[in-house]
């Protein structure tokens, strides 16, 4: 079956560090995709992993275990801008190769 | 300009009332997708399509139906509005070999 796990909500201070976790049971993991959305807005791409480990884009890091069905989101010297939901989306074998995705978890940045 | 765009932005209809919705994208990407998106709920698939002549169900095409008038063209109707349609939805577009999906801006629709 097909699942996919967010935190609903977190809270981050302004200049700290947050980590989002996702885990996932998938049929046939074809790799993982994580993607910013302000309220009202289209999601937009973030990172991509499909290998173990951590992949790093200037603020943002991404890593992933395959054997745990574990990723995470890494997000520092955070920004008032960065106050979005983030969404974790899996791509299955099983499923003809399209996303699945997850809740999202809600990012709130306080001063 | 916008790489994906979406027509109308806002709708509000009636139950029982048929609507289209409009995506275009000058992205030149073969594959487009329709999502819906409800609060606390992840993004749903409608239904994909691969290239013009293949057209394919999502998780929760029933209620809808949708036509690949163009590679740049994908549209969604709705045949009979019914009020749990009311949602945000969502059209995207990715690339064979890419597979990153770039998403319109949305439509919110009511359905009363």
Redesign the interface.
Known sequence: GQNIDQPTEMTATEGAIVQINCTYQTSGFNGLFWYQQHAGEAPTFLSYNVLDGLEEKGRFSSFLSRSKGYSYLLLKELQMKDSASYLCAVREEDSNYQLIWGAGTKLIIKP | DADVTQTPRNRITKTGKRIMLECSQTKGHDRMYWYRQDP??????IY?SFDVKDI?K?EISDGYSVSRQAQAKFSLSLESAIPNQTALY?CATSDHAQ????????TRLLVL
């Open positions: 606390g709920l992840g993004l749903q698939l994909y394919n999502g969502f597979e990153t999906q770039y998403f319109g801006p949305g």
